[in-house]
């Protein structure tokens, strides 16, 4: 599959960093977004790529998708939660937040004007079919 080790070093190095600071004290703040946002599963056949893009409490009305260049992009935003205020003084642990996400996938040879997407349960599902390659036949040409 032509994806398959594509990102891997990069997602070595990511999570390697993402561990490195899981544990970083929290004095700096808690309203950090954290990098759980976005968390995507992708699968590759013959004929299409699937993705599924956890996107919890977004609203379907600011997901927005678009496929250029060979490269699928999902943005959105969510708006900050009202509950965050600490009137009483009884919040333990903040860690929900709000704002504007963005994330890219190198998803080559995509037939642009099929691409399917559903939103359900926080769950957005995409379906990008693929564009039949086509085989290379060799012609031999004669010369007059």
Do not use: C
Not at 66 to 90: A, M, P, V
Not at 114 to 138: C, F, H, M, Q, R
Request: net charge negative; charged share 30%.
């Amino acid at each position: 599959m032509t994806n398959e080790i594509m990102d891997r070093p990069n997602d070595i190095m990511r999570n390697w960093f993402n561990d490195q600071w899981s544990n970083f004290p929290t004095f700096f703040g808690d309203n950090i977004p954290t990098t759980d946002t976005l968390k995507t599963d992708i699968k590759e056949s013959d004929k299409n790529y699937e993705l599924h893009v956890d996107m919890p409490a977004f609203d379907k009305k600011n997901i927005d998708i678009n496929y250029q260049n060979n490269t699928l992009t999902i943005s959105g935003h969510r708006d900050s939660f009202n509950d965050h205020e600490d009137k009483n003084g009884d919040m333990i642990m903040n860690e929900r937040s709000g704002g504007r996400f963005t994330r890219q996938y190198h998803l080559p040879a995509v037939d642009e004007n099929n691409i399917n997407a559903t939103y359900d349960n926080g769950v957005l599902k995409i379906i990008l079919p693929k564009i039949e390659e086509k085989k290379n036949s060799e012609h031999h040409i004669e010369i007059d």
